[in-house]
């Protein structure tokens, strides 16, 4: 396992996540997930997150909220705030695990709310809340986080605004989209490092859910009172997609901070909604990789043997089968029925030096509920971090023979006889950069991976224990087709390859910030006209300080599956999560399905792959709903509604008026969003 582990606490070294599988065009086969599950339902399922730098005190604002034309006055608290630290919130909303709303409708009626009247929660005066409408010149305010040009998926907790300077005594907040506007006036958060703000989370919350996707930025406008004296306003422009990020977020951490958690590694899982909370804590594992469809996690354990885990059980820490020497980058197939290891020919984030007894070097394939091996796959033995593609057809690794492990293959691959074929040299890089961690978008037309000069691929203990800095480590895209590489620039921290090759940055920090991304991975299937990828980064939070955090960034999705432009937007912070542990290895993946009859946000989350709403449902945004087809005969020549099961484009519903139509992606009929 890699030199991440242990840092911290025994100077002992432990792999990072794992190469993985993501899901497919083919949808993997889901089996229900148990009704106790933690990963079920939409609420914080586990423990409380851990303490955190940003101490973040509520506004209880009294709102006037008008909506088309029509204003009614509300009061309306600020969310429930962890106590230790920030709001919890996860990935996803809080409808549940899953999370992606049904198609939303097509004629948003204009919201505005106003916080800026005579019960305002800074409890300003009519002048000073004048003063700071009207705003004053600039001065060194410059913004720290959010970033200009994000975007953001639906559901999330509303992010921590921070910039530069003296915490003030007040600020005015502006926000502007085509059907939505917010003024307020509010208290920042007194933090020794600097000012913050968080949003009330009702407000971010009406925001999503006024959003119209890609072709609606909102405006992003701060101004700040101190001492009589106006500064700002100053701004940026961010997105919020029309869906929430499917499924659950599984990291690895060796200094978590939850009750229960062991004094080595553990793997972390954010649900939908969530907070962080404990998946497999026991020794020292790591090494996660997990099914596509949600149902299996490999892990490490360190010296001893590859487990895996049950995660449709209630209490999937407990399931826990040994299943061969090494499971470390276990690339699973997209139902989790087998793994093929990572060769370790030469070393990959210390997986030679924590495999049991008996294990082997070159990679293997494995029976996931055995253990058992699997010969004659066909493929090569120097197959380094392999992944398999959405639908299983397709097989990415490096190559030890290529160049000693300086390019990435590509296979064709039958999961059914278990058996590759095609092979093709993908991509190729001069020393000292290599390949690491591929791993394929949905659509399986492109793979995403880093480039770095890492001895062992790994990040040598970057952001663990105090260390800062790294290896380089760039995130990378190759096109399949044409077997161009480009650079994911935009998700890196440069606006344009222009701005990487000069080695300027938009980062606050400068060039500390920049180069040191590792482990990505991309969310199964897509969510709002966009696939979400994950990773983690030796970064600046805002004003935080260089923490080692886990960060998601949304990626274009190409309609003709042509990958050869950096299809990246700048990254956003993964809310969730503990703060200053160290996080790595972000691993998406569903959650496994539910039955007919249980309640569902969108066919994704059903094992039949149909969500039906009550009529009543219709204008919400985000409704509930019933896996299943209502009773009665089955309707003929009926299409698939978006997140409904698909086998081609052809099988989804013809769009809207002005709208694209939707592609069979991964399984399910998905959003195209033209950028």
Same mark, same amino acid.
């Given at each position: ?64 909220? #008008? ?7 509300? %009061? ?6 962890? +106590? ?81 300077? /003296? ?37 971010? @919350? ?19 009172? *101190? ?27 060796? %200094? *978590? ?44 354990? #360190? ?5 895996? =885990? ?17 499971? #470390? ?21 210390? @997986? ?11 990679? +293997?394939?494995?029976?996931?509920? +055995? ?8 493929? /090569? ?53 290599? /390949? ?17 000069? %890492? ?35 935009? @998700? ?26 590792? =482990? ?58 503990? =703060? ?49 087809? /209502? ?34 992606? @991964? ?9």
């Amino acid at each position: 396992m890699s030199q991440e582990a242990f840092i911290a606490v025994t100077l002992l070294s432990m792999c990072l996540g794992g190469a993985a599988c993501s899901s497919g065009v083919a949808a993997p086969q889901r089996r229900p997930l148990a009704p106790a599950s933690a990963a079920a339902g939409g609420g914080a399922s586990g423990g409380a997150a851990s303490s955190s730098p940003l101490d973040v005190a509520a506004n209880t604002p009294t709102m006037t909220i #008008s909506s088309g034309g029509a204003g009614t006055a509300a %009061s309306a608290a600020s969310p429930a705030m962890n +106590t230790a630290g920030v709001a919890a919130a996860g990935v996803g909303g809080a409808s549940g695990a899953g999370g992606a709303a049904a198609p939303v409708q097509s004629a948003v009626e204009p919201v505005s709310i106003d916080m800026t009247g005579a019960n305002n929660p800074a409890g300003l005066a009519p002048v000073d809340v004048q003063k700071l409408v009207v705003g004053g010149p600039k001065g060194s305010l410059r913004w720290l986080y959010p970033y200009d040009g994000t975007v953001f998926p639906r559901g999330l907790l509303a992010p921590v605004l921070m910039w530069d300077g /003296p915490v003030p005594e007040s600020v005015y907040v502006h926000i502007k989209s085509q059907a939505f506007e917010y003024k307020g006036v509010l208290k920042p958060v007194a933090n020794v490092k600097g000012p913050q703000l968080i949003l009330p989370q009702e407000v971010w @919350a009406a925001a999503g859910k006024q959003t119209r996707g890609a072709s609606d930025s909102f405006l992003l406008e701060l101004s700040t009172l *101190s001492k009589g004296l106006v500064a700002g306003p100053i701004s940026l422009k961010f997105q919020i997609a029309q869906a929430t990020v499917k499924g659950s977020i599984y990291y690895n951490t060796y %200094s *978590s901070r939850l009750p229960g958690a062991v004094g080595g590694g553990n793997v972390l899982r954010i649900a939908a909604g969530g907070t962080a909370e404990l998946v497999v804590s026991k020794q020292c594992n790591g090494c996660h990789s997990v099914s596509a469809n949600g149902e299996r996690m490999l892990s490490q354990i #360190s010296g001893v043997a590859g487990n895996a =885990f049950d995660l449709t059980s209630a209490v999937p820490g407990d399931t826990g089968v040994a299943v061969g020497a090494r499971s #470390s980058f276990g690339a699973l197939y997209p139902d989790g029925s087998r793994y093929l290891s990572t060769s370790v020919e030469i070393e990959v984030a210390r @997986a030679r030096g924590t495999q049991g007894g008996g294990g082997k070097n070159a990679a +293997t394939l494995y029976d996931t509920a +055995t253990g058992a091996e699997i010969p004659g796959t066909g493929v /090569p033995t120097g197959a380094l971090m392999p992944t398999f593609s959405p639908d299983g057809t397709q097989l990415v690794f490096n190559d030890n023979a290529l160049d000693k492990a300086h390019g990435l293959a590509l296979m064709s691959y039958d999961t059914a006889n278990d058996l590759a074929s095609n092979y093709r040299a993908l991509t190729h890089e001069t020393a000292p950069l290599r /390949p690491a961690w591929p791993f394929f978008l949905p659509d399986g037309k492109a793979i995403v991976y880093v480039r770095t000069d %890492s001895l062992d691929f790994s990040g040598n203990g970057a952001g663990i224990g105090g260390r800062v800095g790294g290896p380089i480590s760039d995130l990378q895209l190759v096109d399949i087709a044409s077997g161009q590489s480009i650079a994911l620039a935009r @998700a890196g921290g440069f606006a344009s390859q222009a701005d990487a090759d000069r080695g300027r940055t938009y980062l606050p920090f400068g060039t500390e910030e920049v180069h040191h991304n590792f =482990f990505p991975t991309v969310s199964p299937v897509a969510a709002g006209g966009y696939f979400w990828m994950f990773f983690d980064a030796v970064r600046y939070y805002g004003n935080q300080g260089v923490q080692r955090q886990l960060w998601g960034a949304a990626i274009d999705i190409r309609a003709d599956g042509k990958y050869t432009i950096d299809p990246s937007h700048p990254a956003f912070y993964l809310p969730g999560q503990e =703060f200053g542990t160290g996080n790595h290895r972000a691993f998406a993946a569903l959650d496994p399905c539910k039955k007919d009859s249980d309640k569902c946000t969108s066919g994704i989350d059903c094992c039949g792959g149909v969500c039906t709403f009550p009529d009543s449902t219709a204008e919400l945004v985000e409704p509930v709903g019933t896996c299943g087809r /209502p009773p009665g005969p089955p309707p003929v020549n009926t299409c698939a509604k978006r997140d409904e099961r698909c086998k081609v484009a052809s099988d989804c519903c013809p769009p809207a008026a002005g709208e694209q139509p939707d592609s069979c992606i @991964a399984g399910f009929c998905a959003q195209i969003t033209l950028n």
